[in-house]
Nanobody, 124 residues
Framework: QVQLVESGGGLVQAGGSLRLSCAAS????????VAWFRQAPGKQRAFVAR????????SYADSVKGRFTISRDNVKNTVYLQMNSVKSEDTAVYYC?????????????????WGQGTQVTVSS
């Protein structure tokens, strides 16, 4: 129903910045909570950040708090993840996810729409 496409991943030096984008096929993106998850090699998929439908509320994993910022533009039907002061530990495949079903928004199982992922590699 809702297709999500991530972009903006790539190679970035430690301490640098990167902005990921998540473009949605729906024109009603404001109805959806959108989150970013990431999965590093050999590790389970982990919550990174989420944003409420109208962008009034955000939440972050402790590991990225103060460094990453999630935002959304519902006119462009796009959610962003601004990554600043990146560390080698941030290296992972980053996934955009969306849901309009109430639940625990830090849990991957709450989300029923997923992007294909975009690779972020931080060089030391």
């Amino acid at each position: 129903q809702v297709q999500l496409v991530e972009s903006g991943g790539g190679l970035v030096q430690a301490g640098g910045s990167l902005r990921l984008s998540c473009a949605a096929s729906t024109r009603a993106l404001s109805d959806y909570v959108v989150a970013w998850f990431r999965q590093a090699p050999g590790k389970q998929r982990a919550f990174v950040a989420r944003i409420s439908g109208l962008g009034s509320e955000t939440s972050y994993a402790d590991s990225v708090k103060g460094r990453f910022t999630i935002s959304r533009d519902n006119v462009k039907n796009t959610v962003y993840l601004q990554m600043n002061s990146v560390k080698s530990e941030d290296t992972a495949v980053y996934y955009c996810a969306a849901t309009n079903i109430p639940g625990l928004y830090d849990r991957w199982s709450t989300y029923n729409h997923w992007g294909q992922g975009t690779q972020v590699t931080v060089s030391s």
